[in-house]
Structure formats: C-alpha cells, structure tokens
Nanobody, 115 residues
C-alpha cells in the first residue's frame, strides 16, 4: 500500500507564503501523477494543481501565477509553493497521487490565511 503524508500547513497573513510538502511512501513502482486539492468549509473539494512524472503541470485558474507545483522524483515528494496568499485560499489541502494506476489521498493539512 501507499501512504501520502502532507506537511507545511499553518496560519499566514494575506500576501504571505507557505510551502506544502507531501511525502509518498510504501510500495511504489511508478508515480504517474501527483496533485493538490483543497476543500474549504461548506464547499466541495476542488483541484488546485497537478504534475505528471514528466513535469507537465496544470493549475486551477484561481491559483495560476501564484502557486507552483513541483515534484522530487528521487524522494517521491510533492511540493506546493503558495505565494500572494488570499483569504479565499483558506482550506484543507489534500495530496493526491496516482501510483501504478491506483488513486491515493493524504490526510490533509490546514492552510489558514488571515486578512
């Protein structure tokens, strides 16, 4: 089995920055895609950004230009650099991975942005 563990969440003022990490461990042959999703209170989970093993990225329009997703393939670790944070970014951020054509989710890490 595969485990995804997020870290790096916390409280930050609007305009500030945070860096989230997601470490994948367990039985891994090949990670095809990793990504970040978020869920704010009372809302459905939404895609934030994804990245393929080859480095192709995709971002939600709401974060494009502010967030940067990256992956360290050697460490099986995903990152999300979040800059110019807004109050609307407040949510639980979940790590996602497709490992050997199966989907896995992390437990989530809270990001709170104060204005």
């Amino acid at each position: 089995q595969v485990q995804l563990v997020e870290s790096g969440g916390g409280l930050v003022q609007a305009g500030g920055s945070l860096r989230l990490s997601c470490a994948a461990s367990g039985s891994i042959f090949r990670i095809n895609v990793m990504g970040w999703y978020r869920q704010a209170p009372g809302k459905q989970r939404e895609l934030v950004a994804t990245i393929t093993r080859g480095g192709s990225t995709n971002y939600a329009d709401s974060v494009k230009g502010r967030f940067t997703i990256s992956i360290d393939n050697a460490k099986n670790t995903l990152y999300l650099e979040m800059n110019s944070l807004k109050a609307e970014d407040t949510a639980v951020y979940y790590c996602y991975a497709n490992v050997d054509f199966r989907d896995y989710w992390g437990q989530g890490t809270q990001v709170s942005v104060s204005s």
